[in-house]
């Protein structure tokens, strides 16, 4: 089992620029989440889908919308993106949303210039 | 406001010696409290979950404490070893008719041979 496996690891883009993080998992999770994570600071939950053909909003959600494209996959977009959203991105999964432990991926460092 | 505050930013143990780390919360209502370990580079790793009756819960040589009246939790290691050089995080999940997660900003701790 790969877990929570995220692409790419890292991306550099220009202001402006839009791209879409993909995250996948294999432990037929319920929900699954986008956080991103600033030096000096806690993760801070960007979109959550508590289960296949839902989406909230977490604490950040501006700039950012998101896909539940099925069961196991959660993309991330960002349709412009700015220098703010520097950072490192975590996607995660978990059994059932607020109860179960949940699995993250790797991350994917971005860079917007 | 909810918020989750960790104590010490940082510290520095030699190997084979023991250290508690401190977790301080003001989320209400609570619904079950989480250790994870995050090495650098990576995504964090669960350790723990306590729910509001548990007061203490072991992993290996990691032991966590709640207390739910003084709502206070710590995370004592035991003989610690150089691959227990992470940031430990607490997290606080409260449930209001939909979840919300509170990151701690993590504790750097480094092991020294």
């Known amino acids: 089992n790969a877990g929570v496996t995220q692409t790419p690891k890292f991306q550099v883009l220009k202001t402006g620029q839009s791209m879409t993080l993909q995250c996948a998992q294999d432990?037929?999770?319920?929900?699954m989440y986008w956080y991103r994570q600033d030096p000096g600071m806690g993760l801070r939950l960007i979109y959550y889908?508590?289960?296949?053909?839902?989406?909230d909003k977490g604490e950040v959600p501006n700039g950012y919308n998101v896909s539940r494209l099925n069961k196991r996959e959660f993309s991330l977009r960002l349709e412009s993106a700015a220098p703010s959203q520097t950072s490192v991105y975590f996607c995660a999964s978990s059994a059932v949303a607020g109860v179960h432990e949940q699995f993250f991926g790797p991350g994917t460092r971005l860079t917007v210039l | 406001k909810n918020q989750v505050e960790q104590s010490p930013q940082s510290l520095i143990i030699l190997e084979g010696k023991n250290c508690t780390l401190q977790?301080?919360?003001?989320?209400?209502?609570?619904?079950?409290l989480r250790w994870y370990k995050q090495d650098t580079g990576r995504g964090p790793v669960s350790l723990t979950i306590m729910t509001f009756s548990e007061n203490t819960k072991s992993n290996g040589r990691y032991t966590a404490t709640l207390d739910a009246d003084t709502k206070q939790s710590s995370l004592h290691i035991t003989a610690s070893q150089l691959s227990d050089s992470a940031s430990y995080i607490c997290v606080v999940i409260t449930n209001t008719g939909g979840f919300k997660t509170i990151f701690g900003a993590g504790t750097r701790l480094f092991v020294k041979a």
């Open positions: 889908s508590a289960s296949e053909g839902t989406t």
């Open positions: 432990m037929n999770h319920n929900s």
């Open positions: 977790c301080n919360y003001t989320v209400s209502p609570f619904s079950n």
